[in-house]
């Protein structure tokens, strides 16, 4: 028998390159199967099984659907005997994590491509602003700021909410009166005269972040080496700003943007992406964030061309997205406001508009040609975006047989709407971009809070 030994952690390494790696070419006319040794640190092929066959035994030990995708890509041949969808590997389906009894506002899941979860554990005043690799972010009325993961309860702090750079003071012994913050005039930017105001735990707890980002898993979680590079971006204050806490902070640092630029509508999603941090904007501006110097800057990346509408704060709201290509995506959400048919509802009161997802539209950055392209279909991808870390994932079974692809599924992040407390929250759904339709998850709603939130 005539045996090869490859080392897994060469031949198998991401992007499969190296001088060790091997190559189909090699193996054309005779297969080989592989066997595995006890450490499982060499993988010996005999001349027994034909090619693809042993092939997609290799593919069994590769439980990254992003290693996967790159070892389906490596030659013709592998791409054409490979499924789309590696059916050894469990992937993973949107967990919309419930703050109420979901019977209370009708949902039926079995209607719907998606599982749902009550609060795992007992957090009262908490509210829920982001949620990234399995673990939900939360805020307490007491301005902690926590990390839990729902499968085995771990918690993790970050800093807590006194400590973002736009909060002067905190005093929680003074009844509503707990916080001193700093205000900065989106118009005025030049100025130095910053208002400075007294706000409730409430209002803080609800309005001062608006969404945390997290660039890993946090540490002493799965490979601690890891973890040491651990960091988490808030979008925070009124003016939506970006801050961020490195593993070991106890307190959250701003990143500075010079005045001629400035964040004028304000940031509404952030990425870590290919070793970078990005955010957009409400005008659809493209910033890059620079952790060592604390500093923040605007793109030469212009906004699309091809959409008027894209700079309107009231109409619209953008995610950042990475592919599972490694593109950046831009994916820009539009509602449409109607008045309640509630009686009592105040016919001059835009808090009173009843909003809903009407649609979505998707642009590619080409950063060779600094420019975004519109796509009109995500392939066999989905996209989870809302309060949660934007993502894209592989398509997925909802159990019965019915393969769930093309699609976007979504909350509700329209924060000065829940503020309200008259509507908001209740604008969770999943958007196909096939027939351009949409699945209400809660049709009948038109309050829901805390919200809802995707566990991504």
């Known amino acids: 028998m005539t045996l090869i030994r490859v080392g897994i952690a060469k031949s198998l390494s991401l992007g499969l390159a190296g001088p060790t790696s091997f190559r189909p070419s090699a193996f054309k006319k005779e297969g080989f199967q592989p066997h595995f040794t006890p450490h499982h640190q060499e993988m010996i092929f005999d001349r027994e099984l ?51 009894d979901y019977e209370t506002h009708g949902i039926q899941e079995a209607k719907h491509d998606f599982f749902h979860s009550s609060f795992p554990i007992d957090m009262p005043d908490t509210l829920f602003r982001g949620s990234g ?55 005025d930017r030049d100025s130095t005269n910053d208002d400075i105001c007294i706000a409730n735990k409430y209002y803080i707890q609800e309005e001062n972040i608006k969404k945390i980002i997290i660039s890993s898993h ?70 890059e964030f620079d952790v060592k110097t604390s500093t923040g800057s605007v793109t030469d990346v212009p906004p699309p061309k091809d959409d008027p509408y894209i700079r309107c704060v009231d109409s619209n709201t953008k995610f950042l997205v990475c592919s599972i290509e490694g593109d950046l995506l831009m994916a820009v959400r539009y509602w449409t406001y109607t008045k309640r048919s509630d009686a009592d509802a105040d016919a001059d009161a835009d808090d009173d508009d009843f909003y809903k997802t009407s649609k979505f539209n998707i642009y590619k950055l080409n950063k060779k040609r600094k420019k975004w392209r519109r796509i009109y279909s995500l392939g066999d991808s989905v996209l989870v975006v809302g309060l949660n870390t934007s993502i894209c994932m592989l398509p997925f079974t909802n159990g019965n047989g019915k393969w769930v692809r093309n699609c976007i599924y979504f909350c509700d992040n329209n924060y000065t709407y829940q503020h309200s407390e008259i509507v908001g929250g209740h604008d969770v759904g999943v958007f196909n971009l096939e027939d351009e339709t949409i699945e209400e998850l809660f049709p009948n709603a038109e309050f829901i809070f805390p919200p809802p939130v995707w566990l991504s």
């Not at 092939?55 to 030990?61: A, D, G, R, T």
């Not at 007491?142 to 499968?151: A, E, F, K, W």
Request: hydrophobic fraction near 35%; charge should be positive.
């Open 218 to 287: 946090p540490p002493d979680h799965k490979n601690k080496q890891q973890n040491d590079d651990f960091m988490a971006i808030a979008i925070y204050s009124e003016q939506d700003q970006l801050a961020f806490c490195k593993l070991g902070d106890n307190k959250w640092r701003e990143f500075s943007i010079p005045t001629k630029i400035g964040v004028t509508g304000g940031l509404q999603d952030a990425i870590f992406h290919q070793g970078k941090i990005y955010g957009v904007d409400c005008d659809a501006r493209l910033y």
């Open 133 to 187: 690799f399995g673990w939900l972010i939360s805020i307490g009325l007491d301005g902690v700021i926590r990390m839990l993961n729902p499968c085995n309860k771990a918690q993790f702090d970050l800093p807590p909410m006194s400590t973002t750079p736009n909060v002067l003071a905190y005093n929680p012994d003074a009844l509503d009166e707990e916080y001193t913050i700093k205000r900065i005039h989106r118009r």
């Open 50 to 100: 034909p090619l693809d066959l042993w092939v997609c035994e290799i593919v069994k030990h590769l439980d990254s659907p992003k290693d996967y995708l790159k070892f389906r890509a490596t030659c013709k041949s592998w791409n054409l005997n490979l499924p789309k969808i590696p059916n050894h590997m469990k992937i993973p389906v949107p967990r919309l994590i419930l703050p109420f």
